[in-house]
């Protein structure tokens, strides 16, 4: 069973273990078969890599950051009968990766983004403020934590930071809070930092926690989980054999948004017109495959609640060579996590 991801407001839904979201449409995209090799590239509680083994006779291989689902993917490993591979990694590393492990294409890659529930219910990770626990929110073990960038970044960074990853209109004011509560002593666990957002944040009845918007916006700034989905989506084209499928479940907005222009722009047929016949652009490296994001039914979300913002696309791969693509164009205006880190008192 796959476990759920959430990049927003599961941080307060509980625990939810070993839920699959959308699994059945993502399985249908993929459409393995025996003797192909497959990328989980979010690896997480080993759920489409389950689902995957047991559709065909077929190889994946398993991809994490986070070196605790490594280990305990390790059961998994030992009932695929050499099936299955894991390697800890980011999966914007993954056509490095599959090389890396002998093969020089794929016939599929699925990617789960955001983080996943084990991490928000693992206390001692500090992505939850369920909890009081240090602040951390690291994905993988090494870089600044989410404490290191509210000790560091400047209001104005922090501010932007919080507006834009967390789309929270009380943005100025948090991090102007932020800025003077450090000042006095630093900020170290989840709970200092939820009592100063609501300072500023008022809870209002059956509203989101106060510190909902702020959590999420820091963690994926510290594990630049944006940049990492745009880069991996150019190593799946770079690995993807024709034919070959991607499957992209999305949790935030701002995820999707990079998924669908990517996909866009990469599948867009430009010809001429009877004004300009010889304008012509780049052929197409994609076909899609969902004209629209999928999205779970009612019943899927009854049964788990993370399931209600998960959007699906998927698209399938041509014979044209894989494009020389410019990430910039698909991530919004932000300082960079080393600028921010530098960014000031």
Same mark, same amino acid.
């Given at each position: ?63 994490? +950051?986070?070196?605790? #689902?490594?280990?305990?993917? %390790? !059961? &998994? *490993? =030992?009932?695929?009968?050499? @099936? ?53 929110? +690291?994905?993988?073990? #090494?870089?600044?934590?989410? %404490? !290191? &960038? *509210? =000790?560091?970044?400047?209001? @104005? ?189």
């Amino acid at each position: 069973m796959m476990t759920g991801r959430d990049s927003g407001n599961a941080v307060d839904g509980g625990l939810a273990r070993h839920i699959p979201v959308l699994a059945q449409p993502a399985l249908h995209y993929l459409s393995p078969r025996d003797g192909g090799i497959y990328i989980d590239g979010t690896f997480g509680a080993g759920g489409y890599s389950r689902a995957i083994l047991a559709a065909a006779g077929c190889r994946v291989i398993g991809i994490d +950051r986070d070196h605790s #689902a490594i280990v305990r993917g %390790a !059961d &998994l *490993v =030992a009932q695929s009968d050499g @099936r299955l591979t894991l390697i800890e990694d980011r999966f914007s590393n993954l056509d490095e990766v599959v090389r890396s492990a002998g093969y020089d294409a794929v016939d599929g890659v699925v990617l789960d983004i955001g983080v996943s529930s084990m991490q928000f219910d693992e206390a001692e990770r500090g992505f939850s403020f369920r909890f009081d626990a240090p602040l951390d929110m +690291r994905m993988g073990g #090494a870089g600044p934590s989410a %404490a !290191d &960038l *509210v =000790a560091a970044a400047s209001e @104005r960074d922090l501010s932007f930071i919080i507006s834009i990853l967390g789309e929270e209109r009380f943005a100025r004011g948090i991090a102007r809070a932020i800025v003077r509560a450090r000042a006095e002593a630093p900020i170290r666990t989840t709970k200092e930092l939820v009592a100063i957002i609501e300072r500023v944040v008022r809870a209002k009845p059956g509203a989101i926690h106060p510190a909902t918007r702020t959590f999420q916006a820091l963690r994926i700034f510290i594990n630049e989980e944006l940049s990492e989905l745009a880069v991996a989506l150019s190593a799946a084209e770079r690995i993807l054999r024709p034919g070959g499928r991607l499957v992209v479940v999305s949790f935030h907005s701002l995820e999707d948004r990079i998924v669908k222009m990517f996909l866009a722009e990469h599948s867009r047929v430009v010809a001429g017109s009877r004004h300009a016949p010889e304008v012509h652009g780049p052929e197409p490296t994609f076909t899609a495959l969902t004209k629209k994001p999928v999205v779970a039914d009612d019943a899927e979300i009854a049964a788990n609640p993370r399931a209600r913002s998960a959007k699906l696309r998927a698209a399938e791969r041509t014979d044209v060579p894989a494009r020389e693509s410019d990430i910039g164009d698909l991530l919004p205006r932000l300082p960079s996590l080393d600028d921010a880190m530098r960014g000031g008192r």
